[in-house]
């Protein structure tokens, strides 16, 4: 039972200590990941540009390679493996708001957390006293996203 909840995420048997380590840690991660959005944001606009603008392109790739797998490594130990968050909710977040990375970076963590916050009630609700893993619904909405994503790129 409990490596299927953890397969497919669960956020009900974290403690209170485990919890306000991990949140610690998560937090430490995106603060040093956002002094890199303007460094991202160049990147984006091409290596070379970068370079050229002063940004030292390896040093920032690694920094934040380091620092989003700590969040992920983190969230996964804590959560289990949630999928299409990550997926779904930077697509749609940079629809929303465009793509300068100093105000997508925490409008997708703060959007990601309430869906999940949303998934995880829908999964306790829906079918209680039974309980649905929280992945289970993220799929539910991510998957039709995913294909719709696919379906536009042919276009």
Not at 98 to 109: E, F, M, N, Y
Request: hydrophobic share 60%; charged share 15%.
């Amino acid at each position: 039972h409990s490596i299927t909840f953890w397969l497919m995420g669960d956020l009900s048997h974290a403690s209170a200590r485990e919890i306000f380590v991990a949140a610690a840690c998560v937090l430490a991660g995106f603060a040093l990941l956002y002094t890199q959005a303007r460094n991202l944001n160049l990147i984006v606009q091409g290596e070379d540009t970068a370079e050229h603008l002063g940004v030292n392109v390896e040093r920032t790739k690694t920094l934040l390679l380091m620092m989003t797998s700590l969040i992920v490594a983190v969230a996964v130990s804590l959560a289990g493996i949630i999928g299409f968050v990550g997926i779904m909710v930077p697509h749609l977040m940079r629809l929303v708001f465009g793509s300068d990375h100093r105000l997508v970076l925490p409008v997708c963590a703060l959007f990601g957390a309430a869906f999940l916050i949303v998934a995880d009630t829908v999964a306790r609700v829906v079918f209680a006293p039974a309980e649905l893993p929280v992945g289970v619904v993220t799929a539910l909405c991510g998957a039709p996203y995913f294909i719709f994503l696919l379906k536009r790129k042919k276009l």
